[in-house]
């Protein structure tokens, strides 16, 4: 009877299929995945583990004068060395915090001066005037022996 | 789903996607159940894995020679599933030719090339060429000691060939010798070049083969036919799945190897050979008399390949035979005793010749 009965035929069919949808779509799904994910993995870059940029040798303190700025590579960026008019060594990430250009140090102005929008930041790195929303970001900056190196802040 | 409906509709209005819809229900290809049918398949799939993986490589690789072994370095070592995608790369460039070659010789056999599809054949042919050629400029991008040296072989071959040859060497060397420049030039052709070369054949490959259908067997005939969706494109389906587990699985428990960085004022490493579908010829440089009658070995076989490459792409022409539906022994046989050859050379090159 039930053999005979059009609709259970259909449903069991339905059944079947549906079943075998399931399968084939999750199977896909999968497959999918295990091509999608590894291909978003590595479009981007490891993050950088050089353990050389963690201490950056600048100079001695004789090659700057008071009131003198020098850009140095810090790993990946630009980094500014500051001494002030009263002999202090500072460093700051020379990135300005408005839009990423590099700033230098003005002498004239005893600021450091970001010539794209004429921001500025004090001897401390904060900023004073102009665009820039945050002050710099400092560095460490350590004398051994006459030897100015240059670490970022733990 | 609306919106699926509602777009299907909107480019319907333009461009009639309809009658596209209607042709593709009644495309049917021969019904058959060998598998040298799906070798031409198998070769763009491969074809198309290239292109994917090329282009992520690209976003790491730096084609200089102070940069490129490097480069290859950090992407195998450091950047995520970096050496996957670099192992893929290789073994499917390897997998590919392999297809290629499989699907001429079945055309070849099958005689699937005579009239009218003459140029169907040509254009393989040129494929398989520039898809030799892809080989040949891929393979010293690395720039490791044995590529570079392959490289050098290679490339000095052409000197070889009277007055053309020194001025193809220049061209593809970028100067007197393989530097940095060869590198740059051979990236340039491997990733400009030879792809858009290979965009327009396979384009006019398939558009023939489209156009003519597929060829069946002089024996069968008249062949019955299935239709092309979904039954055979799901058959080409399944066969490309099975070729991704074969590639996944070479790639993950066989990674392709880096080597030592190139050295230019280095001696040659022992061992030094080019990718194993160049090593008949190679095998057949190795074994030549330097002088055969006062003529340069080397140069008499360029010409015996020369010789036979035409006679290879005029075998459509050449087998009248096959074109009123007769089979042709003798091809068969010389087509025949060609693969014979050249896979007695590749094997001798590749295990016996080391002694």
């Given at each position: 009877m039930t053999t005979g009965d059009p609709t259970v035929n259909k449903r069991g069919e339905e059944g079947r299929r549906g079943f075998l949808q399931v399968v084939l779509g999750t199977g896909f799904a999968g497959?999918?995945?295990?091509?999608?994910?590894?291909?978003?993995?590595?479009?981007?870059?490891?993050?950088?583990?050089?353990?050389?940029e963690a201490v950056v040798r600048v100079g001695t303190v004789d090659d700057f004068a008071p009131n003198s700025g020098k850009l140095f590579r810090f790993g990946d960026e630009a980094a500014l060395l500051i001494r002030t008019p009263d002999g202090d060594f500072r460093a700051f990430l020379g990135t300005c915090t408005h839009l990423a250009c590099n700033v230098e140090y003005r002498p004239d102005l005893t600021q450091i001066w970001c010539a794209c929008h004429d921001g500025r930041f004090d001897l401390t790195g904060r900023n004073v005037q102009g665009p820039p929303p945050r002050p710099l970001t400092s560095l460490v900056v350590q004398i051994q022996e006459g030897e100015i190196l240059v670490s970022r802040q733990t | 789903m609306q919106i699926i409906k509602l777009g299907f509709e909107w480019l319907d209005e333009r461009f009639h996607l309809g009658d596209?819809?209607?042709?593709?229900?009644?495309?049917?290809?021969?019904?058959?159940?060998?598998?040298?049918?799906?070798?031409?398949?198998?070769?763009?799939?491969?074809?198309?894995?290239?292109?994917?993986?090329?282009?992520?490589?690209?976003?790491?690789?730096?084609?200089?020679?102070?940069?490129?072994?490097?480069?290859?370095?950090?992407?195998?070592?450091?950047?995520?599933?970096?050496?996957?995608?670099?192992?893929?790369?290789?073994?499917?460039?390897?997998?590919?030719?392999?297809?290629?070659?499989?699907?001429?010789?079945?055309?070849?056999?099958?005689?699937?090339?005579?009239?009218?599809r003459e140029l169907t054949w040509v254009t393989g042919l040129i494929?398989?060429?520039?898809?030799?050629?892809?080989?040949?400029?891929?393979?010293?991008?690395?720039?490791n000691r044995l590529s570079f040296f392959a490289t050098k072989v290679g490339t000095e071959m052409l000197n070889i060939l009277p007055i053309v040859g020194d001025t193809m060497m220049q061209m593809i060397r970028g100067g007197e010798h393989v530097t940095g420049a060869t590198l740059t030039r051979m990236f340039g052709f491997h990733v400009a070049l030879l792809p858009a070369m290979v965009?327009?054949?396979?384009?006019?490959?398939?558009?023939?083969?489209?156009?003519?259908?597929?060829?069946?067997?002089?024996?069968?005939?008249?062949?019955?036919?299935?239709?092309?969706?979904?039954?055979?494109?799901?058959?080409?389906?399944?066969?490309?799945?099975?070729?991704?587990?074969?590639?996944?699985?070479?790639?993950?428990?066989?990674?392709?190897?880096?080597?030592?960085?190139?050295?230019?004022?280095?001696?040659?490493?022992?061992?030094?050979?080019?990718?194993?579908?160049?090593?008949?010829?190679?095998?057949?440089?190795?074994?030549?008399?330097?002088?055969?009658?006062?003529?340069?070995?080397?140069?008499?076989?360029?010409?015996?390949?020369?010789?036979?490459?035409?006679?290879?792409?005029?075998?459509p022409w050449i087998d009248r035979k096959a074109a009123e539906g007769r089979p042709n022994k003798l091809l068969q046989r010389a087509g025949l005793f060609l693969l014979v050859a050249v896979s007695i050379l590749t094997i001798w090159a590749k295990f016996f010749h080391h002694a």
């Open positions: 497959l999918s995945l295990s091509v999608l994910y590894p291909t978003w993995r590595f479009i981007f870059p490891p993050k950088n583990t050089r353990v050389a | 596209l819809i209607e042709f593709a229900k009644h495309k049917t290809v021969p019904m058959h159940h060998s598998i040298w049918y799906y070798f031409g398949g198998i070769t763009l799939f491969l074809f198309l894995i290239q292109l994917a993986t090329g282009i992520l490589l690209l976003m790491y690789y730096r084609p200089t020679e102070a940069a490129a072994y490097e480069s290859v370095q950090y992407i195998i070592s450091e950047v995520p599933f970096g050496w996957l995608v670099r192992s893929i790369h290789s073994w499917s460039a390897n997998l590919l030719i392999a297809a290629a070659a499989i699907h001429m010789f079945s055309v070849f056999f099958l005689k699937a090339y005579r009239k009218p494929l398989l060429a520039l898809f030799m050629g892809f080989g040949f400029t891929g393979y010293l991008l690395p720039w965009a327009i054949l396979i384009s006019v490959h398939l558009l023939f083969v489209q156009r003519q259908g597929m060829s069946a067997p002089l024996n069968i005939r008249p062949p019955k036919e299935m239709p092309f969706f979904p039954n055979f494109v799901l058959r080409d389906l399944m066969v490309w799945i099975g070729v991704l587990v074969i590639l996944s699985t070479l790639s993950l428990y066989f990674p392709w190897e880096l080597g030592l960085e190139a050295d230019p004022i280095a001696p040659a490493p022992s061992g030094i050979e080019p990718e194993w579908f160049f090593l008949w010829v190679f095998q057949l440089l190795r074994i030549m008399p330097s002088e055969v009658l006062g003529v340069d070995g080397r140069l008499i076989i360029f010409a015996v390949i020369g010789v036979l490459g035409i006679g290879w792409t005029l075998v």
